[in-house]
């Protein structure tokens, strides 16, 4: 279940991120409460994962794989650029993700 929770707490650190984007500085008012939601939401979610991950394993794992997603989505739907060093820098980070669930933490 840890794992669940891990995941709908990327989808919603992401949902940060996009948020924050739009909300120019929190002078979009909407935006603003998404970001501040998202962020209520992605922590509570974390906190639920951590029951049973070690906090900095659940902590990398749930940055990490939130900022690969928000890369991707960008490339794929806001006209950013992914390059090879992008490229690169993701295949580093899913790597690390996988060297942490190979070591066991959950």
């Not at 580093?92 to 996988?98: E, N, S």
């Amino acid at each position: 279940m840890s794992w669940l929770y891990l995941g709908i707490a990327v989808i919603f650190e992401i949902a940060v991120a996009i948020s924050a984007g739009n909300a120019k500085g929190f002078t979009r008012a909407w935006w603003t409460i998404a970001t501040l939601v998202s962020g209520a939401n992605a922590t509570f979610f974390l906190s639920l994962a951590l029951l049973t991950f070690d906090v900095g394993v659940g902590y990398a794992i749930w940055t990490s794989v939130a900022g690969v997603g928000i890369v991707v989505l960008g490339a794929l739907f806001f006209g950013q650029q992914l390059n090879w060093t992008k490229a690169l820098g993701i295949a580093l980070v899913i790597g690390g993700v996988v060297g942490l669930r190979l070591s066991g933490a959950a």
